[in-house]
């Protein structure tokens, strides 16, 4: 599904409420009964035959998981705590329903965007059913895995829980879907966690409101350019992300010369006639394009 993440939810603390938020807040409670039904009904937690660390946020996209998951695997291999760790997602955005091992020439229709940059970094299952992911990963010499967004999924049991948190946003108004970008209130994910992530400085003070007794690390996102990517020639920059101003941003901070700029919805498929207007923008004003490594197309 398109998805545009509305301004109003990561809107100024101290902002008036505009009319949007006001409307959709009683649907929060709707939200909020539903859940509660979903989690009422007694479903069976599975517990895996190896370690499961879980990387996942409160907020409905945009808090830094995928970046996330790629860094823990890095310190997984750097440390060798396990010999052939896995990656499991559900493959949001994609066709397959698994358990399947990601093939990096598989398409994003397939298989989803985000897996297919976690299978750069390690073998990646795919998987609606996470247990039934995990039981696949192990028979297929797994004794180690990062669950990619699975905070508010109880299927599986988890060994260690990471709750990501981005600096900038924090958890926005802090209300629940629609009116908000919560998947759950906030002491219900608090409570799941073992420890927090934050990434970014706190600008929204965040860190004073999250349990004493857990852990928070702190961590950057620094972007990793292209050999070729020269910043101070004309750029045409274009990202489908939760929140793509992230990327307009960094770049601008970076002082690149974007003379160009066009935000999409998260996991936003481009189409034939995206790159040809994007290809004919570059060569109208003689720049080059640039996006984030997420970028399927059809």
Not at 46 to 60: D, E, W
Not at 131 to 145: N, Q, S, T
Not at 213 to 219: E, I, L, N, T
Request: a positive charge; one cysteine or more.
């Amino acid at each position: 599904m398109i998805f545009k993440t509305p301004s109003f939810w990561y809107r100024k603390p101290d902002s008036a409420t505009p009319l949007t938020e006001l409307l959709t807040t009683p649907l929060c409670y709707l939200y909020a009964l539903g859940r509660m039904v979903h989690h009422s009904i007694k479903r069976k937690t599975s517990q895996a035959r190896m370690p499961i660390l879980c990387v996942g946020n409160a907020v409905a996209g945009g808090g830094g998981k995928t970046p996330t998951a790629l860094a823990l695997m890095d310190l997984i291999r750097e440390g060798e705590l396990a010999r052939t760790p896995y990656f499991l997602s559900r493959g949001y955005g994609g066709r397959v329903k698994g358990p399947v091992i990601v093939d990096p020439l598989m398409d994003a229709t397939e298989c989803g965007d985000e897996p297919l940059l976690l299978a750069q970094k390690a073998p990646t299952v795919v998987s609606a059913g996470r247990a039934a992911g995990a039981r696949f990963c192990f028979d297929h010499g797994g004794d180690l895995m990062i669950m990619d967004d699975g905070l508010q999924n109880n299927s599986l049991k988890k060994d260690l829980s990471f709750l990501v948190i981005d600096g900038a946003t924090g958890f926005g108004n802090q209300k629940l879907l629609p009116a908000g970008p919560l998947r759950e209130p906030l002491n219900s994910a608090f409570d799941k966690a073992d420890a927090f992530i934050l990434i970014g400085a706190d600008t929204r003070q965040i860190t004073a409101s999250l349990p004493a007794d857990k852990p928070v690390f702190k961590a950057q996102i620094k972007p990793d350019l292209p050999d070729d990517l020269d910043i101070t020639r004309p750029l045409i920059a274009f990202a489908g992300l939760a929140r793509p101003e992230k990327f307009q941003k960094m770049l601008t901070g970076m002082n690149a010369n974007i003379v160009g700029w066009h935000e999409f919805p998260d996991h936003y498929t481009y189409k034939g006639k995206d790159t040809r207007a994007f290809a004919q923008e570059a060569r109208d004003k003689n720049a080059q394009l640039v996006t984030t490594e997420k970028m399927p197309c059809a």
